[in-house]
């Protein structure tokens, strides 16, 4: 355990709510180091908080568990390139947006990533930590695990068409809130528009959701103005979910 002012970033690599993590610290400038699990790492992930969920942050001897939290944490400790609007209705308007991305979009990206035709990148990005005949074991299982997870919230037990229906007036919805130029909560990026961001972009690795995003101009210029603050220079568009 860290006992300095390192920070060490526990974390599923391709999990949405690490990538928001990634990117409010890279936004701030703040160095750290990342530690990636697999599928056979959730004995150690379990170890590291009461929840037994990543990411988790491991900082000054704490272990800090959920994005939201984490982040919290990131900004009381790092002030400096605030996350967090400073006018209270745009700072609660923020919080609504990202309480919207962890528990609304993820559902939508459990659902439309865990269809037979997204399910292989699903399982090649969440078994890539490990090998041999546990990854061979996990490629097969992973698909209907998420897919249950999806069923179990409500919404993997919509059709595919009212999935897509949902998705494309959510995207719809970003599009016309970020046109102009404008960000999701005030007048700077904030954690609004990270972590709707971060879920899009492993959205965007469902065939279904890209081809609807396309159609969003305002959308996607906002996402490559979000990526260009909070990505490492360098990230290729396929890497976009991993950086």
């Not at 990202?98 to 559902?107: G, V």
């Not at 404008?182 to 904030?190: C, D, F, Y």
């Amino acid at each position: 355990m860290t006992t300095d002012n390192k920070l060490v970033l526990h974390q599923y690599q391709v999990s949405p709510f690490a990538a928001k993590v990634r990117r409010c610290l890279h936004f701030k400038g703040i160095a750290f180091e990342v530690i990636n699990y697999g599928m056979t790492g959730v004995g150690k992930v379990r170890k590291l908080s009461p929840a037994g969920k990543a990411p988790v942050l491991e900082h000054n001897g704490r272990m800090i568990a959920d994005s939201s939290d984490i982040v919290r944490h990131v900004e009381e400790n790092f002030p400096d390139k605030p996350l967090y609007p400073g006018q209270s209705r745009t700072r609660a308007l923020a919080h609504m947006f990202e309480d919207w991305a962890d528990e609304s979009l993820y559902y939508y990206d459990l659902t439309m990533r865990s269809w037979p035709n997204n399910a292989k990148w699903l399982a090649d990005d969440l078994v890539k930590e490990d090998s041999g005949a546990m990854q061979y074991l996990f490629r097969l299982l992973v698909p209907k695990i998420i897919r249950k997870q999806a069923r179990d919230q409500g919404t993997g037990r919509k059709t595919s068409d009212a999935v897509c229906a949902d998705v494309a007036r959510h995207f719809e919805a970003i599009n016309t809130l970020v046109s102009d130029n404008a960000w999701l909560a005030g007048e700077s990026l904030s954690i609004a528009d990270i972590s709707v961001v971060s879920m899009l972009t492993v959205l965007d690795r469902a065939t279904e959701a890209r081809n609807l995003m396309a159609t969003q101009p305002a959308l996607l210029h906002w996402q490559q103005r979000v990526d260009a603050l909070t990505l490492p220079e360098g990230t290729t568009d396929n890497d976009r979910a991993l950086a």
